[in-house]
């Protein structure tokens, strides 16, 4: 599981990090990311990086396209690159998400995609 870290990999290092981790495990394996993104709230998470830059540790939003070639050649488990409390929401935690950003689909977005896939078998 790779939680919150990849986003402070500024340059294209990070593809290839996550190739290298991926390499590394056996087969079956799965990995778990949750990477922020501008997808759902661009100018908020403008200012959200802009607050990071000033105090010395710059973050790179990456989009859902960015953020799914980190899976390249794995198989995504379903439902795949979606903001990750739209991940297999437990329904008795719905309510409390719907109050945090109001009624409607866009209760189920947040700053971050978290995507999981599984290491392809042989």
């Known amino acids: 599981m790779e939680q919150t870290a ?3 990999l500024i340059d294209d290092d990070a593809h290839a990090l996550v190739d290298r981790l991926k ?3 056996p087969v079956g394996s799965t ?3 949750s ?3 501008p997808d759902f709230d661009p ?3 403008a200012r959200v990086a802009r607050i990071y830059a000033e105090a010395g540790s710059p973050i790179r ?3 859902q396209g960015e953020i799914a070639a980190f899976f390249a050649g794995w198989d995504l488990v379903e439902p795949g690159v979606v903001a990750t409390r739209a991940w297999r929401p437990d ?5 409390r998400s719907l109050h945090l950003r109001g009624p409607g689909p866009q209760a189920l977005t947040g700053p971050d ?3 999981v896939a599984r290491a392809p078998r042989g």
Not at 91 to 95: D, F, L, Q, W
């Open 31 to 33: 990995l778990a990311i």
């Open 61 to 63: 939003l990456r989009t």
């Open 43 to 45: 100018e908020g998470l």
């Open 6 to 8: 990849l986003h402070f």
């Open 23 to 25: 390499a590394a495990l």
């Open 35 to 37: 990477h922020g993104t």
């Open 91 to 95: 329904p008795r935690h719905r309510r």
């Open 113 to 115: 995609h978290g995507p």
